[in-house]
């Protein structure tokens, strides 16, 4: 598949699209002789490939990891789901940014880092800082100018939180049921993901782990339409002016957003967790990190010049988010 076909997918209407994906998740249910299920994160996404498989095969489970970092709203739309299965990870979120650092940028940058920072004169590095392979060829990736300041930060960062909160998990999940994983990711997403999806189409078969998107030539637009054709049940959040559920406490992107930011809204519609994520946080052996008060991200934030106060009323008051 090439960009073009992409485009040509993500043009189709609404009922062309729903023919398209029930055929990619008949053929990746039939191809596993039924032994799949759907990563359900209790965003809209999920929600809406959860009720077009289960339209299909009512049986189909659903998983959801329960990382302690989602919404409050998500959480409890989840519990109003019958048939999923629930999963905890081994880590907090504070014990793995303890051990291997906070997420910050993206993670690709992220892992770039970590890596220089571990062994700041291998080759790797060298690659990682110019750019460049030993025989002068351009590498496909290296650490942007813009962030190259955070080699020398005075806390760790990493991009391990994903690793050890959702992907090990599922992993051990499907090792255990002998299941293939169904997901709600779109190639709209983001970069990675488009181009994930041009390589491999909705079902990677030949994939060291196998995975099926078959949403993945859907837009944001699809998914909401979905949502209103057929009258389906989502989570509050999104009443509650939020575009995204991913992980509360995660910084992967927030440097982009416009304001009010995702920790600018937090502040307003979940001050508990917001106070547990901003502030808190200790000086250990020189290495700022959480303490038993919270994340200490407020710290890392400012690092990076991203906004987190709701000073200037960006957001609306909670008590108008109430009564919606």
């Known amino acids: 598949m090439d960009t073009d076909k992409l485009r040509e997918l993500q043009s189709l209407d609404l009922e062309h699209k729903l023919i398209l994906t029930k055929g990619r998740i008949q053929e990746w249910y039939e191809h596993w002789d039924g032994k799949v299920y759907v990563s359900f994160s209790g965003g809209k996404d999920s929600t809406v490939l959860l009720h077009i498989v289960r339209q299909l095969y009512p049986e189909a489970p659903a998983v959801f990891c329960d990382t302690g970092l989602e919404y409050p709203e998500i959480r409890q739309f989840v519990k109003s789901i019958n048939g ?14 303890d051990k291997y650092g906070y997420p910050i940028i993206r993670k690709e940058v992220a892992h770039a880092i970590e890596s220089v920072r571990r062994n700041p004169y291998c080759k790797n590095s060298k690659k990682l800082l110019t750019g460049y392979m030993s025989d002068g060829k351009k590498t496909v990736f290296c650490i942007p100018e813009t962030w190259k300041y955070l080699i020398g930060t005075p806390f760790k960062i990493s991009e391990k939180c994903c690793y050890c909160m959702k992907k090990k998990p599922f992993m051990q999940y499907e090792k255990a049921n002998k299941r293939a994983m169904m997901t709600g990711e779109m190639a709209s997403d983001s970069m990675s993901r488009k181009t994930e999806y041009i390589a491999n189409g909705c079902n990677a078969y030949n994939l060291k782990r196998p995975k099926s998107t078959p949403l993945g030539f859907w837009l944001e637009s699809d998914i909401w339409e979905y949502i209103r054709t057929f009258n389906v049940p989502y989570s509050k959040i999104y009443d509650m002016g939020y575009d995204h559920t991913g992980c509360m406490f995660c910084c992967f ?23 547990y994520c901003i502030n808190g946080g200790q000086f250990v052996n020189g290495k700022w990190g959480p303490s038993k008060e919270g994340l ?19 957001w609306p008051t909670k008590e108008l988010l109430e009564s919606r």
């Open 84 to 97: 999923v299965v629930w999963l905890k990870p081994k880590a907090t979120f504070m014990q793995v940014i």
């Open 296 to 314: 200490g991200l407020g710290f890392v934030l400012d690092y990076i010049g991203v906004p987190y106060n709701d000073d200037r009323n960006l």
């Open 253 to 275: 992107g927030c440097h982009l957003e416009p304001e009010p930011n995702r920790f600018q809204r937090m502040q307003v519609t979940h001050p508990k967790q917001y106070d």
